[in-house]
Each structure stands twice: as C-alpha cells, then as structure tokens.
C-alpha cells in the first residue's frame, strides 16, 4: 500500500470521522489505494469545523436588511459611450480577462452534457459556449480596430466541475475552439467537499467512497488559487475580469460598458442588476446585509419587505442578482484574506448513502443530509470599492433554468429573446423586417451589440435569415 493508511486513518479517528474506515477492509487493493487517495485530499480538521460552524449558523435567525441608496446604483445610459471607449481601451490593451462559471450539468433541461453545450433551437443551432465564444472573437477585433499592432487577446477561464470537466473540454476541441486560440481557453475545476449527515459525520456514496458535492459557485476563489488562475492573470497583465453564469444566452461577454464603468471608478467588486419585474419574483436582490453589501435571496425577504418602495415608486428591494460580475485582479489576489470569514451556506438534500449498519445503499425519499457551499456574491461585503450597475433585461439576461416547455426561463424563451435582440437590433440600424413571421438570426461574430448593421438602414429583410458576415445582409432585403 503506498498511501500512509495508519496516518489519514489516525486523522480521520481524530476528529470524529473515523467511521468512514466501517468498510475498509472489504475493499479491493486497488479500492483501498482509490479511497486513501481522496480522503487524504481533504483537509478533515477543517472541513469537521466548517461544517460544525455552518450546521450551527444556519439555526440562528437574525440578518438586518437594508436596500441600496438611491443614488448608489448607475444606469447604462448615463455614459454608455464613454464607459464603452473606456472599456474597449483597456481590452485594447490586453487587460480584461473573462472568467465563466460553466459547472452546471443540463440534467434539468433533458440533457446529459454540460449546459453550456446546450443548443437553445436557433436557427444555427449554436450552444450557449459558440454564442459567447464569438462574442469573445467580436470583442477582439472591435478593439484590434482602435488602433493596435500586437494581437489583442481576451482570455478565458472556464470553471468546470467534477462531470462537466472532460465533457468540456472534449466538447471545445471538437468545435476547434469556436475560433478562438486553444491557449487562450483555459479550463479549470471548481472544488468538492464532503456531504454531511445532520449530526455532523461525513456520508459515504459507496463503501470506499466519500459522497461529495460541488461547493457551490462561491468556490470559485479557492479554485483560481489553487488551480493558479491568479498566477495567469498576472502573467498576462490582466488588471480586470468579467466573471458570469454559462446560462445566460444574452450575457455581454467582457462587456466593455460594464468594465468601462467600473474601472473609471476604481472598482475592485461590482455588479450588473436589472430591475425586478414584480415584488414576487423569486429573484435573489443587492442590498446590504448588517450593514454590509451582499445579495439577499427571495426566500429571506419578507412580503413587507419584497412591496416596500422608494418615493420615487420604484421597489426599495428592486435590484435583481443576475450572477454577472466585475473583479480587479488585486482583489481576487486578496480573497484569501478574508476567505475563513466566509459563511458557508446549508442546503438540507436527499443524498444517497451508505448504511454503516448493514453496508447497503440507502436512497431517501426525505433530506437527510447537508450539502454546503459557498456563493460567488459572500465576498461582496468584502470590497473596499464596490459598484452596481443596472442594465435592460431583455437585452443582457434570459438564463436557461428549465427544460423545454416549461414557459419560463427555459430553450424556448432563451431562442425568442435572442431573435427579439436580432430585431431590435436591425430596427436600432434603420432597418425593418417585412412581416412577424420572418426569423432573423444576426451572429455574434457579425454584431456584438448592435453595430456593424449600417448596410441594412432604409432596408427591409424579406425572408428568415442567419445573417454570419455583411455579404449576408444583400441576400435577404
């Protein structure tokens, strides 16, 4: 046996999870080498307390909310253009990085890939990956243009999980990177941490097996340490990042508006809101919390709460989470910092075990453990600079929830908001389309955000089109 078995075992006895030995000695060499390896890859001293502590936080009530100042939050059109010239400036210069947080599986939309491989029905039938991949390409010669003779390069960091890692990157290198430079893609995974019976033991999924989850999309600090993300970044001169959530078919990827407001006000955390559509939506909304910036979720806010309104009539709880953010790189560097005073958060699940008793897998039909994880917005209280940006829904969020014909938040109104986006698109150019029944896909790799369209003013588009390159434009008005 080459692991240290008497030493991970002492450990384990140690602090109170020396049950998950029950089995050791009816596993297989090669079982028992597999097992020592995962457990001595956990750090149990800490883990037992993290678990302790947020079994114990999660029982005791009492946050203090308050909404946003009035005057805290900017608006797009405020200074669209000179936060755009600002932003795209410092793509030009090859200081923006975009960081997506893609380790959701499509199991709820039908689907056993990863989600950003999803195709929503487009007419081009491109996943959620192509459509930001190409918004990523856009972005680089929009800025290639300003006036620069070294390649401008955004580079991407994607955060995969434990099953959506090799899906991932297989799916990238079979599409050739959406036309994106293979090492200018980064893949990386996101932690894992052992599931919790309700009296603290860690739970078995197989008899040499530690059940474990995801730990949440807050791990993703931890993860661009450890997997050194951060040591990337600085290599390459990257001041700011864009960090996102891979279901949302109209993200504006690096969106160079948003970076250009942020960094003109030395931001080092901020975030895109869009305002929510009703006081019932069950949306998580940035306010303060004990005095803190942080995002409250739709379950903690009471009616009272969720109705209150400024004077101006506009909903005091208003500014809707939509999981888009803006991080310096000096500030990612800092998390580590603060990071132990970061609260992990209690889900109560249903989690396949099993029985130390009779060594068979139990499957519960009631939640009988605790997952814990992290959100990515827990460090937001954090920031000594922070931003709130708020941004028009139907052009920059329609997240990908649901499975089809669910009505909401699912492929079908992620396909109708990215084909409304085209119209408006060609309607802001000068441009009409004849009639309701005429689909017109315009592709990220032609327009990023409604530019590059001027041949279609005074024109009308006569038949369903995927318009890819301006020659396309002249074949369908």
Known sequence: MTMDYEGIRETYEKNGQGHVFTFF????????????????????????????????????????????????????????EGWYRVGLDLIRKNQVAV?????????????????GCYDIGLPSHKSLFQLQAERICRLQQLAAETGKDEEVVIPWYIMTSGPTDKPTRDFFEKNNYFGLKPENVIFF?????PCFSHDGKFMLEAKGKLAVAPDGNGGIYSALHREGIIRSLKERGVRYSHCYCVDNCLARVADPVFIGYCASRNTDCGIKVVPKSMPEEPVGVVARRN????????????????????????????????????????????????????????????????DLQTGELVKPTKPNGVKLERFVFDVFGHSQAFSVLQVDRSDEFSPLKNGPGAGVDCPETSRADILCQAQRFIKAAGGSVLNKEIEVEISPLLSYGGENLESINGETIK?????????????VI
């Open 99 to 115: 960081i997506l947080m893609a380790g959701g599986q499509g199991t709820r939309l039908g689907s056993p890939d990863p989600k």
């Open 189 to 193: 995974e996101q932690g894992v941490i």
């Open 291 to 354: 005095g803190k910036y942080g995002v409250v979720e739709y379950s903690e806010i009471s009616t009272e709460l969720a109705h209150k309104r400024h004077e101006n009539g506009q909903l005091a709880f208003g500014a809707a989470n939509i999981a888009n953010h803006f991080f310096s790189t000096d500030f990612l560097e800092r998390v580590p910092s603060f990071a132990d005073e970061l609260e992990y958060h209690v889900a109560n699940k249903k989690i396949p075990y099993i």
């Open 25 to 80: 000695n009816q596993l297989s060499t090669v079982e028992q080498e597999e097992f020592l390896l995962q457990l001595s890859k956990v750090n149990v001293e800490d883990v037992t307390k993290i678990g302790k502590k947020a079994m114990e936080a999660h029982e005791i009530p009492g946050s203090q909310f308050e909404p946003l100042p009035e005057d805290f939050i900017g608006e797009v059109k405020e200074n669209r």
């Open 463 to 475: 038949k369903s089109s995927i318009l890819n390159i301006l020659e396309d434009i002249a074949l």
